[in-house]
Nanobody
Framework: QVQLVESGGGLVQAGGSLRLSCAAS????????MGWYRQAPGKQRELVAT???????NYADAVKGRYTISRDNARNTVYLQMNSLKPEDTAVYYC???????????WGQGTQVTVSS
C-alpha cells in the first residue's frame, strides 16, 4: 500500500501563490507517475499536472505557465507551485500516485484551495 498526505492548501487572493506538498509513504517503489488533480463544487475531478520519476511533466491547458510540478524522489514528495491564482482555481486538490504494474490509482485525502476575487 501507498499512503499520500497533502499539505499547503488555504485561502489566497487572486493573483497570489500557494505551494502544495504531497508526501508518499509505504511501498513507494511500486509507483512512477505522481500528480495533482482537482475537483471544484459540482464538477468532475480533473487533471492538473503529472510528473514521472524521471522528471517528465504534463500540465492541463488551464494551468500551463502558472503552475509548476516538481518532485523529490529521495523524499518521495511531489510539489505543486501555483502562481497567478484565479478564482476558477478554487477546488479541492488531490495528490495522485499510479502503481506502475496495473495503473492502480492511490489518492490523498485532498486539500482545499480557495482563491478570492
Amino acid at each position: 500500500q501507498v499512503q499520500l498526505v497533502e499539505s499547503g492548501g488555504g485561502l489566497v487572493q487572486a493573483g497570489g501563490s500557494l505551494r502544495l506538498s504531497c508526501a508518499a509513504s509505504g511501498r513507494t517503489f511500486v509507483i512512477n507517475v505522481m500528480g495533482w488533480y482537482r475537483q471544484a463544487p459540482g464538477k468532475q475531478r480533473e487533471l492538473v499536472a503529472t510528473i514521472t520519476a524521471g522528471g517528465t511533466t504534463n500540465y492541463a491547458d488551464a494551468v500551463k505557465g502558472r503552475y509548476t510540478i516538481s518532485r523529490d524522489n529521495a523524499r518521495n514528495t511531489v510539489y505543486l507551485q501555483m502562481n497567478s491564482l484565479k478564482p476558477e482555481d478554487t477546488a479541492v486538490y488531490y495528490c495522485n500516485a499510479v502503481r506502475t504494474l496495473d495503473r492502480y490509482d492511490y489518492w490523498g485525502q485532498g486539500t482545499q484551495v480557495t482563491v478570492s476575487s
